[in-house]
């Protein structure tokens, strides 16, 4: 039996998103600030970060952004690797309940079972990718999956409105 999170924990963090939104003077500093806040506020996220992808002149790569939580041996991941590989490349959500029965993952804690990874768009382009950890297996649930689409929905608008869509 999982415990999800309560919507109204979901919605008092989406405050502070969104007071964070109103002040952070970049979209930099507002990526920062949303790993801040769903690191401290969600007890269940244990590692929370934000990849970013670089189109350079070889194979598209994710570059690790800001993050909160223990450092990870991932700092760049190939569009065919991984979790985060696989929701950056189908501009899709995805959730693994249980990171041991999936062949794609990459482990980045030993400690870490279930994982949350949601695609950044701007202009309609996968530009990133905001990627959470736990602890805890099946820890996101429909609020959980509706929260962070909400924090990288808000990124890709910042992103947009800053011009920061390509590398
Ligand atoms: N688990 C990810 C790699 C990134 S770390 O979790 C921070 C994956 O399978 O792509």
């Known amino acids: 039996m999982t415990s999800t999170t309560k919507p109204e924990k979901c ?3 989406r ?3 969104d007071r964070l939104n109103a002040d952070a003077k970049t979209a930099d500093k507002f990526m920062e600030g949303i790993t801040r806040v769903l690191h401290e506020k969600m007890l269940k996220y244990n590692w929370v970060g934000f990849y970013m992808l670089e189109r350079g002149a ?3 790569v994710l570059l690790l ?3 909160q939580g223990a450092m990870t041996p991932h700092t760049r991941i190939p569009l065919h ?3 985060c590989g696989a929701a950056a490349s189908t501009g899709r959500t995805v959730v ?3 990171v041991s029965k999936d062949s794609r993952y990459l482990a980045c804690s030993i400690e870490t079972k ?3 990874v949601v695609p950044v768009f701007a202009h309609g382009d996968v530009v990133g990718e905001l990627d959470i950890d736990s602890h805890f297996p099946a820890a996101f649930g429909e609020e959980d999956r509706d929260l962070v689409e909400y924090c990288a929905h808000l990124v890709g608008k910042r992103l947009e409105t800053e ?3 390509r590398s």
Do not use: H, L, R
Request: aromatic content about 4%; charged content about 35%; overall charge negative.
């Open 163 to 165: 011009g920061k869509t």
């Open 58 to 60: 070889q194979e598209p």
């Open 96 to 98: 693994v309940d249980d």
């Open 65 to 67: 952004g800001p993050y």
């Open 114 to 116: 279930s994982e949350i």
């Open 15 to 17: 405050e502070e998103i």
């Open 11 to 13: 919605a008092e963090v």
């Open 81 to 83: 690797q991984g979790i």
